[in-house]
Every structure is written in C-alpha cells, then in structure tokens.
T-cell receptor
C-alpha cells in the first residue's frame, strides 16, 4: 500500500511566522502535490513537483513556496503566515504522470490554524 | 467553466437504496478517470478507477460516457457507512506531465 505521511495532523501558528509542512512518501513516486481544501471550494492545487528539485505552480501559489531536495520528501513553506491560510493542507503523490491512469494517493492532512 | 463539475448534494437516501452520482468534465482530451471517497475531516481515498468499458467493485459500479463527457458512480444497497463525500477526478495530457483535476464532491447521507 502507498503510504503518504504528513508531519503534523494539527498545527497552530501565529501571523507572520514561517511555517513548514512536511510530506514523505514511501513508494518511490515521481510526482508529489500540495493542496489546500476549504469548505465549499474543494481541493485547490498549490504546487506540485514531478522530479527532485523541480516544481510547478498550481492554481493558488501566492504566499507559498516548496522544496523537493529528495524524491521521497516534499515540503510546503508558508513564508509569512496569514489568517487566510488557515485551512486543511493535503499532500499527495503519484507515479510518473506521463503514464496514464495513475491515481493520486493522499496523506492524512494537516489542519493548520493561523492566529 | 470548471474542468470537472459535480452536484454538491446532499443526497439523502434510506439504507438499502440505490443511488447514482454523475460528474461532467469539460475537456474531451481527458483520458483517465477516478472516484474518491472522503469522510468528514479526513483525506480523500481512492475508491476506484473508471475504465472505458465500465467496471464494478462489489456494490459500486463506475461508468464512463465519452460522448456526453461524464462519469457516473452507482451505489447499490446503500449502507450507513457509505455516508461520505464522493469526489471525481480526471487526468489529461500536459506538456511535460499530465494534469489532474478534482471535482468539489457530492455529499451522500445514508439514513437508517
């Protein structure tokens, strides 16, 4: 079974702090993704990576950055946290996306509250 | 127009009922399709892929209609434990990598 592990289930931070969310997958997947999910808005893609040190902006990258130094690990960074970044953050991974019919597999999610 | 659209529901059905959801996609180049289940405050979990000929997994049947650009999920003999939000997802070719799109989900409540 695919295992995607996010470092924290719940996190509380203060406005202006730099926040790191970590994600690790154990299936040697090439692709990794960060989403946020808010009521009524569904899943929104923040950033994704299709290889080590490669990153691509998703639909809502503003206020975020990412790092992929190793294949199994994908970090999401909130450079200066703001209250509108309070959300559920979901990490996902999948096999190389030039192959079709490769679903994404999600971690448990991190509920981040910015006070 | 959104790439993938779903009726948000909720669909309220009694135990034992048959219920079906549709999900429409706007890009005819979409090539792979999936259904996910998401419980309240949990992560989405893959329920099943959707194949061109349709496929079944126990009480769940998924169908693809390319002509009308929609996929469907049929749940027979609904259980209380089927209560969840069901997300559809599509995938299509991109330049360096394929692109994945999720619907916003359809909420199902199965009542005793």
């Amino acid at each position: 079974d695919v295992k995607v592990t996010q470092s924290s289930r719940y996190l509380v931070k203060r406005t202006g702090e730099k926040v790191f969310l970590e994600c690790v997958q154990d299936m040697d997947h090439e692709n990794m993704f960060w989403y946020r999910q808010d009521p009524g808005l569904g899943l929104r893609l923040i950033y994704f990576s299709y290889d080590v040190k490669m990153k691509e902006k998703g639909d809502i990258p503003e206020g975020y950055s990412v790092s992929r130094e190793k294949k199994e690990r994908f970090s999401l960074i909130l450079e200066s946290a703001s209250t509108n970044q309070t959300s559920m953050y979901l990490c996902a991974s999948s096999l190389r996306q030039t192959l079709s019919n490769q679903p994404q597999h999600f971690g448990d999610g991190t509920r981040l509250s910015i006070l | 127009r959104k790439e993938v659209e779903q009726d948000p529901g909720p669909f309220n059905v009694p135990e034992g009922a048959t219920v079906a959801f549709n999900c429409t996609y706007s890009n005819s180049a979409s090539q792979s399709f999936f259904w996910y289940r998401q419980d309240c405050r949990k992560e989405p979990k893959l329920l099943m892929s959707v194949y061109s000929s349709g496929n079944e997994d126990g009480r769940f049947t998924a169908q693809l209609n390319r002509a009308s650009q929609y996929i469907s999920l049929l749940i027979r003999d609904s259980k209380l434990s089927d209560s969840a939000t069901y997300l559809c997802a599509t995938e299509r070719d991109g330049y360096n990598f394929n692109k994945f799109y999720f619907g916003s989900g359809t909420k199902l409540n199965v009542k005793p």
